[in-house]
């Protein structure tokens, strides 16, 4: 009412019983103000009923420019110039979101966990209606509630009302599941034999981080620490995670921003074992992660690794592995293979990545070499300790930009009581250690212990065997990919 008179807006609705009983009304098409012929006739069109045939039938529609034919009783025109398409929705992301939650059996695992918790909407459809979104449009719990449910389909799909997308049920839903994370990755590992016929006897693992945006001074996980996004500036948590060679996941942990890698694993070997049981499996993970420590506890507990290795156990293996053939990977790739003290190792050889660190080399060389050049010409007039800090200082800026390639140039520098000039200040290139550090770049060598008397069905112990399970891990790789880009958890 307003100006002391009455408006009456209307609208045609659509009233779905639920599964609960009780009915939700959705919005089809907005009317506006129309006078009481015009309801009528809506009404009409909305639902004819057939006395005949006892059913209801769908009324004709016809365009403004064509007569309505005489033999039509049940017919509306309808002027095509004024209509308009309110509130479109996306449907078939959503459908296919809902069909893969179906085909993983989470809509009756999370039943059966959540059947005790007790709330307006059933709480397995909340938790379906957030992992159809991180699916398909990744976003908060509030851009859920505030603008996706509204404009997706997933109110017909799952048979519920904006009741479903209040942003209280939607935080509430994530406290409720953490207590069953074991158990999902359980059912989940069961879903992969099923489906994909999946082996679980290399196990890939690996970390990476995620930051925050905000201060996040209540998440007590949130630390600073090592940053893989280059954002050391900003607190973040570390994901490790556990998958199978095709990128399946098994077992994952979010720990500490500050968790330093090293102290991961042995966790992580409790927990597969708590899960899973004894089996053989070989964990194929990077160097950075087992310590010394843990390798050797790995060995006597005969659990199988593979681990990449620093650049300096090349030099140590050198002359054992110089006798040993080499075996064809592909075309410019080659792996031998050496054991010693309960231990294989691999060295593998690349023509392509060593053409890409001697230019990486050359490059630095070049810079550092240009940089004593110019120092030679540039030495500031003035009292010999003021040259000299100038120097010093400038070669320690040379020393870092240079990185490892400082190390074949030796350079003398003048002592606190010498002039400098040059015979006190001089440079010379290491010329055998530069060759012999030009002649392994391409190599690394791959640590494996392999306890079983018989290698898996269809397997030898070759090398080209251990390195092929190595270069799997860029599945985990695939999968942090998969996470901070498709599913946007970077940041949080």
């Known amino acids: 009412q307003k100006n002391g008179k009455l408006h009456r807006y209307w609208s045609v609705v659509e009233s779905r019983r639920l599964a609960n009983g009780q009915s939700a009304q959705r919005q089809v098409l907005y009317l506006g103000e129309i006078n009481d012929s015009q309801e009528a006739a809506w009404r009409k069109s909305i639902a004819v009923f057939d006395e005949d045939k006892d059913q209801s039938g769908q009324a004709a529609l016809f365009p403004d420019d064509r007569p309505i034919p005489a033999n039509e009783v049940n017919a509306l025109s309808l002027v095509m110039s004024e209509l308009r398409l309110l509130r479109p929705r996306s449907f078939g992301d959503c459908w296919l979101g809902c069909h893969l939650w179906r085909e993983l059996g989470l809509d009756r695992f999370w039943q059966q966990q959540l059947a005790d918790q007790r709330g307006g909407v059933p709480w397995e459809k909340v938790l379906q209606l957030l992992a159809v979104n991180r699916l398909c449009r990744p976003g908060s719990e509030f851009a859920v509630h505030r603008r996706w449910f509204v404009d997706s389909a997933m109110d017909e799909l799952l048979e519920c009302d904006f009741a479903i997308a209040e942003k209280d049920r939607l935080y509430r839903c994530l406290d409720r599941i953490l207590d069953h994370k074991e158990a999902l990755c359980q059912h989940l590992v069961e879903r992969w034999k099923t489906l994909f016929d999946a082996r679980f006897d290399i196990l890939l693992y690996d970390l990476t981080s995620t930051y925050f945006e905000g201060s996040c001074q209540q998440i007590p996980k949130a630390r600073h620490g090592y940053s893989r996004d280059g954002r050391s500036d900003c607190r973040q948590v570390v994901i490790a995670l556990v998958v199978t060679p095709d990128g399946l996941p098994l077992a994952y942990e979010v720990l500490a921003g500050n968790t330093a890698d090293k102290t991961t694993l042995s966790l992580f070997l409790e927990k597969i074992q708590s899960l899973y049981g004894k089996a053989r499996r070989v964990w194929v993970m990077d160097r950075g992660i087992p310590t010394k420590a843990t390798l050797a506890k790995m060995r006597q507990e005969e659990v199988a690794y593979l681990v990449g290795t620093p650049k300096t156990l090349l030099n140590k293996l050198e002359k054992s592995l110089l006798d040993k053939p080499w075996e064809s990977v592909h075309e410019g790739m080659e792996v031998r293979l050496l054991e010693e003290e309960n231990e294989l190792y691999v060295q593998a050889r690349s023509s392509a990545r060593r053409m890409k660190e001697n230019a990486m080399r050359r490059r630095k060389l070049k810079k550092l070499v240009h940089g004593l ?120």
Not at 401 to 414: D, H, L, M, T
Not at 430 to 439: E, F, N, R, S
Not at 450 to 472: D, F, H, I, N, S
């Open 373 to 492: 050049n110019r120092l030679k010409h540039r030495i500031r007039k003035g009292s010999p300790r003021v040259q000299r800090d100038y120097l010093l200082e400038r070669l320690a800026v040379l020393r870092k930009e240079a990185g490892s390639v400082a190390s074949f140039v030796k350079i003398r520098k003048p002592a606190a009581d010498e002039p400098v000039d040059r015979a006190t200040f001089t440079a010379k290139l290491d010329k055998a250690a530069w060759q012999a550090a030009l002649a392994r770049d391409g190599s690394y060598i791959l640590r494996a212990h392999v306890p079983w008397r018989e290698w898996p069905a269809g397997m030898a112990k070759q090398a080209t065997v251990l390195w092929a399970w190595y270069m799997q891990l860029i599945q985990v790789e695939e999968s942090f990919k998969t996470l901070k880009s498709d599913l946007s958890l970077r940041p949080i």
